[in-house]
């Protein structure tokens, strides 16, 4: 794996069509970065985690893949970690840092530091992005990085330039000089059709008519280990029946998060869109009726359409692990 890495690594850096690095964490992240820099699609290397999808990661011309090791145990995880962290370093000093490349993209991963090289770019990674420091959990990686002298993540490190956010929130005051604000529907009008359909080839975007729809944004409750399969479906199907017992002949469509395994045909009678199509590219050319939602940050932000958002607060073993989040409608 070692081996591969730097075979990669090395290979791409001999290339020179490439100008742009860019590190990321997921498909929110990597879409933010395309409608930031859409001319540089094919001149960028993207250093991915393994949570963007590889169906995704094959369309994109340069890619390396860093895994999280999730599926080893905990010590072995870390070592394996470790290790990737110091290959990043090397491969940063000696195939990158030389070519004067630009460097974009998330600053939280175990992988981001050697690529945090003066004048970076940050990429909203979602609503972490617009959480104060001063309110923020100190996890064990950012306690570790600053005991190292690194500043703490999503933006207030000194050597970070500048910050892409799409608006799902009110920026931090101590963020608000570094911030840039971009419109997904602007720059996409102005985006050429040539990339339009890379975009969509590279999300795997189909048009669905949602003129008629409620959509429902889900989220990695049972994959992210905070409720059973079970208890993820009975929350879905609570908030299904809602809709069906208000409108006659409602058509249901799940939205899966991009990370997630089940399979929401198996429960309901339903349309699935595919889990690696941002919801935002797809609200582009069609608009539902209802979006519903626990606490998708895709839900965040959207003007002119009914966005039930359920919240947290009436689900006590799903608030425990990721907070309490106030909806504006209950079951």
Known sequence: MIYSFFLKTYSISRNKQIENICVIDNIHGLMTYIFYMPTSIDSTVFIVSDGVPEKVCKKLKYYVKVPSF???????????????FFCCHIAVWLFFKKNNYKYVGHDHLFFSSPFLINGFILIEDGLANYVKN???????????RQLFGYQPCFGYDKRIKKIILTGL?????ELQDKAEIINIASNWCN???S??????????????????????????????QII????????YKDIVNKYINEVDGVNIVFKPHPREQTNYKNYFDCEVLPNETPFQIILLNSTPKVIATLFSSVAYGIEGIRVDMFGTSHLEEVAEKVGIYYGNVCL
């Not at 059973?228 to 929350?235: A, R």
């Open 70 to 84: 999730k599926n080893h145990n905990k010590a072995l995880a870390i070592l394996m970690r470790v290790a990737m």
């Open 228 to 235: 059973s399969e079970d208890k993820k479906i009975k929350i």
């Open 195 to 224: 990339i339009r359909n890379m975009v969509y080839d590279i999300f795997n975007y189909e048009y669905v008519n949602l003129s008629d729809s409620v959509v429902i944004l889900t989220q990695p409750l049972s994959e992210n």
């Open 134 to 144: 001063s309110e923020r959990k100190n996890s064990l990686y950012n306690t570790t």
């Open 191 to 193: 985006m050429g059709q």
């Open 169 to 173: 929130d009110i920026t931090p005051l």
